[in-house]
T-cell receptor, first 113, second 114 residues
């Protein structure tokens, strides 16, 4: 049982490049979340999903898109990366019927130059 | 004003001391209150979870929620060097579907000196 995994762990992009961050969970959780963590800002919710095929905007959705084609995967896309998107990205999953805890992945460190 | 306020520290205390970490919040609709611990370059992990007001104890850790004052605390007794980490308070509103993401404080960097 790997829990929540994220790919890649590190990435450097040039401004304007695109990339996709992959989050996978093996706990059969319905709910999945993408957060970003910046110094002095804490964790902020980007997008979330309440089940396969659904997505919704969080606090800071601009510049990001997401997809949940399979229950176990939640993808975060950056279509045209900007230096302001330099951050550490965390994925989390959650099942309120099992335990009221969001389980976090290890994070992806993204630098946009 | 941010919804959740937390002093980022760093807070440095000697081993064995009692540590008090706090958050204040402005949204009276928050009903679930959590403390996460985050070691350097790792993801947050849940430490304590409380629903509504009251106290909860788990080993050396005690979480307190005072909804009338919009104030939550985490106490660590007999602090150990392994407790050195960033502690994040988090809260959420219950909206029926349970899908709400968490609203986090900035996190307090705690250092326990051996």
């Amino acid at each position: 049982n790997a829990g929540v995994t994220q790919t890649p762990k590190f990435r450097v992009l040039k401004t304007g490049q695109s990339m996709t961050l992959l989050c996978a969970q093996d706990m059969n959780h319905e709910y999945m979340y993408w957060y970003r963590q910046d110094p002095g800002m804490g964790l902020r919710l980007i997008h979330y999903s309440v089940g396969e095929g659904t997505t919704a905007k969080g606090e800071v959705p601009d510049g990001y898109n997401v997809s949940r084609l399979k229950k176990q995967n939640f993808l975060l896309g950056l279509e045209s990366a900007a230096p302001s998107q330099t951050s550490v990205y965390f994925c989390a999953s959650f099942d309120p019927d099992v335990r009221n805890e969001q389980y976090f992945g290890p994070g992806t460190r993204l630098t946009v130059t | 004003q941010k919804e959740v306020e937390q002093d980022p520290g760093p807070l440095s205390v000697p081993e064995g001391a009692i540590v008090s970490l706090n958050c204040t919040y402005s949204n009276s609709a928050f009903q679930y209150f959590m403390w996460y611990r985050q070691y350097s370059r790792k993801g947050p992990e849940l430490l304590m979870y409380t629903y509504s007001s009251g106290n909860k104890e788990d080993g050396r850790f005690t979480a307190q929620v005072d909804k009338s004052s919009k104030y939550i605390s985490l106490f660590i007794r007999d602090s150990q060097p392994s407790d050195s980490a960033t502690y994040l308070c988090a809260m959420k509103v219950y909206s029926g579907g349970g899908a709400d993401g968490l609203t986090f404080g900035k996190g307090t960097h705690l250092i326990i000196q051996p």
